[in-house]
């Protein structure tokens, strides 16, 4: 079988740092990507974890530990326009080139 | 360069109508891809194909055909409509040229089965 969990809902404030989990379990494996979605919006690609480790986009950080079948990412110095969804997703589940999405973290930014 | 397009943005559809959804790329992109997405659901894959001329099923395929007659083209038909199959579709493509996991969304069609 196969699942992703992460928490449905994550609440912060401007300015605060926030992680958000993503945890595992797929047939096949080849990376780990985070896509936003703003209410009503279309999914926007973030971030692609393919090996161990943290990388680094502005604001937004992911990381990987593969043994673990984990993840996270990591959004700094919160801004309201943050407030959206945050998906994790597999790649290598169901065929090379297709993904599988997690349910989605709905993260709240208030002031 | 308009990215994913989506035909049309909106539809109500009677049981058992039948109805062809549209997904256009400027991008050259090899990859395209039909999605679902239902509150708390997540976005579930109903078909994709990795070239002109070839598709394959999803993980909700049923209910569904698909078509890639051009490289930028990929039609989603209901044949059927039924309640069940109210939700946003959402296409997206990518290219395995790039970083295939990046793949690019268009706005989504809500679509309504009374």
């Known amino acids: 079988g196969q699942s992703l969990e992460q928490p449905s809902e994550v609440t912060a404030v401007e300015g605060a740092i926030v992680q958000i989990n993503c945890t595992y379990q797929?047939?096949?494996?080849?990376?780990l990507s985070w896509y936003q979605q703003h209410d009503g919006g279309a999914p926007t690609f973030l971030s692609y974890?393919?090996?161990?480790g943290l990388e680094e986009t502005g604001r937004f950080s992911s990381f990987l530990s593969r043994s673990d079948s984990y993840g996270y990412l990591l959004l700094q110095e919160l801004q309201m326009k943050d407030s959206a969804s945050y998906f994790c997703?597999?790649?290598?589940?169901?065929?090379?080139?297709?993904?599988?999405f997690g349910k989605g973290t709905m993260l709240l930014v208030s002031p | 360069n308009a990215g994913v397009t989506q035909t049309p943005k909106f539809r109500v559809l009677k049981t058992g109508q039948s109805m062809t959804l549209l997904c256009a790329q400027d991008?050259?992109?090899?990859?395209m891809y039909w999605y679902r997405q239902d509150p708390g659901m997540g976005l579930r894959l109903i078909h994709y194909?990795?070239?002109?001329?070839?598709?394959a099923k999803g993980e909700v395929p049923d209910g569904y055909n698909v078509s890639r007659l051009k490289k930028q083209n990929f039609l989603l038909g209901l044949e059927s409509a039924a309640p069940s199959q109210t939700s946003v579709y959402f296409c997206?493509?990518?290219?395995?040229?790039?970083?295939?996991?990046?793949?690019?969304f268009g706005p989504g069609t809500r679509l309504t089965v009374l």
């Open positions: 997206a493509s990518s290219s395995p040229r790039d970083n295939y996991n990046e793949q690019f």
């Open positions: 194909s990795v070239g002109e001329g070839t598709t």
């Open positions: 997703a597999v790649s290598g589940n169901s065929g090379y080139s297709t993904l599988t």
């Open positions: 797929t047939s096949g494996f080849y990376g």
């Open positions: 974890n393919a090996l161990d």
């Open positions: 991008m050259n992109h090899e990859y």
